[in-house]
């Protein structure tokens, strides 16, 4: 997944992941820009529509019909986010 400016995928890109022995399947659209920024007392993530939409269909892939509990993807500087991002992980919990 990279691009002229970074780690936004140039095209759809499709991700497999396992998680508790569950192959969950995580895309991008084209041109996502995903910035995670670390304030201090905040956290700002900042996307452009790509990476918005890419964020809400990660969130829906988690919280699918038979996700387990605990099913989670980690967004990294290079990896899904843009350079300088902190890491986010999105997770499922089901627990109260």
Do not use: K
């Amino acid at each position: 997944m990279s691009s002229e400016n970074g780690s936004a995928p140039v095209e759809s890109t499709h991700v497999t992941a396992a998680a508790a022995g569950t192959g969950l399947r995580f895309s991008w659209d084209a041109d996502a820009r995903i910035e995670v920024r670390n304030l201090g007392a905040e956290v700002v993530i900042e996307a452009n529509a790509a990476g918005l939409r890419t964020l809400a269909g990660h969130l829906l892939v988690l919280a699918g019909e038979g996700v387990a509990d605990g099913a989670h993807l980690h967004l990294e500087d290079g990896n899904g986010l843009e350079g300088g991002s902190v890491g986010l992980v999105l997770e499922r919990s089901d627990e109260e």
